[in-house]
């Protein structure tokens, strides 16, 4: 174990950039919001003052109206696609035009509650707070502004899960523009069968064209986009976020009632998601009312915001039994009896730590240790058998995607001994 955590430290200092954490050399060489989250937890074990340095960067990319992008391209490199000169955003640092699943607040209140050097804990925590307060602010007003209660995202890269079968049938309905030529660049770091297909990067590039077009205008974005979804994940990291910044705002004695409200209104909002005939939660195509059919690991995620009942976590808890028996290693991104399981195709079938960590972190939460620590002990085990890689086969173990990857390496060092 003190070989493998020594591993990855050093992956997190061989992918630090001056302040902040690359998820992997060539295939993403810039800052990803919720990579960085998770790279903090991890360089929090060993140089609190460093973990704090790298929100303080990822907070650069936040625009004037609370914005906080999914990339920031702190320095130019040409191995990556789409870059700044697509996104065209007109922000000093360049960044993307979309945001990322919102788990800023958690990691902040996390690093503080597991903090050693209190004093700068607290100091750095405060400072962010407003930062946090705005970003939320934005989430509720730009992507909720009807207050349902369900925050939006306008594209399949801001749930995180960016190839999810979840979204191919609203993909679909994505109108393909004229398109310049383009290359991939991640297709000459992981073999394809791992990546996204051809079809679906079509429809990525020409929603990121639209949206430049309308000047990344939130109004415009949320009234006339094709893609527009109440994911369960991103629905409940916010949610989770939400509760964790009523927390900080509780420490510092900041006003809370706004924050309450979007809790309130979330609380309401979420039981829209659950399918109770079939016991899990469920996305929401917001163009068409429609629940979306396909299971998805994002499913569990409402335990991590502690939304379910008693009784529903524990419908929750036997579909991921049955997904056990189907495979090797929890917890697989796509339900594995879904026709539409990819073991190694991005977030069609792979194991992703992240996900594990707040699945289990969840299911602590409602008095399920034996199986978080079941799905800790399966990322442990992927580790030590095939290295710290982006994402893992569900049956085999082998592992896929980047390698040397930051987060991977992070929540090893932050997740030792838990359930």
């Not at 920031?72 to 040409?78: L, T, V």
């Not at 979840?166 to 993909?171: E, I």
């Not at 990291?237 to 927390?247: F, M, P, S």
């Not at 079939?278 to 629940?291: A, V």
Request: include cysteine; aromatic fraction near 12%; hydrophobic fraction near 40%.
């Amino acid at each position: 174990m003190k070989a493998i955590r020594q591993q990855a430290a050093d992956i997190l200092r061989a992918n630090d950039r001056g302040g902040f954490t690359i998820p992997a050399a060539g295939l993403y060489p810039y800052q990803w919001l919720w990579d960085s989250c998770f790279c903090a937890l991890g360089w929090a074990t060993f140089d609190e003052k460093r973990a704090w340095e790298e929100l303080s960067w990822l907070f650069k990319g936040q625009w004037p109206d609370g914005m906080l992008a999914h990339i920031i391209f702190h320095h130019p490199d040409p191995s990556y696609f789409p870059g700044p000169e697509v996104w065209a955003t007109h922000h000093d640092p360049p960044t993307s035009g979309i945001t990322q699943p919102p788990v800023v607040a958690t990691i902040v209140r996390q690093l503080l509650e597991r903090a050693c050097d209190r004093t700068l804990a607290q100091d750095h925590a405060r400072q962010l707070y407003p930062k946090l307060l705005a970003f939320h602010r934005w989430l509720h007003g730009a992507r909720d502004p009807e207050h349902t209660g369900l925050v939006a995202v306008l594209h399949p890269w801001e749930t995180g899960m960016d190839n999810s079968p979840a979204w191919d049938t609203t993909l679909e309905q994505v109108p393909i523009v004229q398109l310049p030529p383009y290359q991939r660049k991640d297709t000459s770091h992981v073999a394809e069968t791992q990546r996204p297909r051809p079809k679906d990067y079509d429809r990525y590039l020409s929603l990121v064209v639209g949206y430049r077009e309308r000047g990344y205008e939130p109004e415009a974005l949320y009234r006339e986009t094709s893609f527009k979804v109440a994911d369960v994940g991103f629905c409940a990291l916010l949610q989770r976020a939400d509760e964790d910044l009523l927390a900080l705002a509780q420490m510092f004695g900041e006003p809370s009632a706004e924050i309450e409200g979007w809790l309130d209104r979330g609380r309401k909002g979420f039981r829209k998601l659950w399918d109770d005939h079939s016991g899990i939660y469920r996305s929401l195509n917001l163009s068409t009312g429609e629940s979306i059919p396909v299971i998805t690991s994002a499913s569990f995620l409402p335990l991590f915001a502690g939304l379910p009942s008693a009784e529903e976590a524990q419908r929750l808890v036997e579909h991921l039994g049955h997904w056990g028996d189907e495979v090797r290693y929890l917890v697989p991104s796509t339900d594995p009896a879904d026709p539409h399981f990819e073991p190694e195709r991005y977030w069609r079938g792979p194991v992703w730590v992240q996900v594990n960590w707040l699945i289990a972190q969840g299911l602590k939460r409602y008095g399920y240790a034996a199986l978080a620590g079941r799905l800790r002990e399966d990322i442990f085990e992927l580790v030590e058998g095939s290295g710290f890689h982006e994402y893992y086969h569900p049956v085999t173990g082998e592992g896929l995607g980047g390698r040397a990857f930051s987060w991977t390496a992070a929540l090893l060092l932050a997740w030792p001994g838990e359930g």
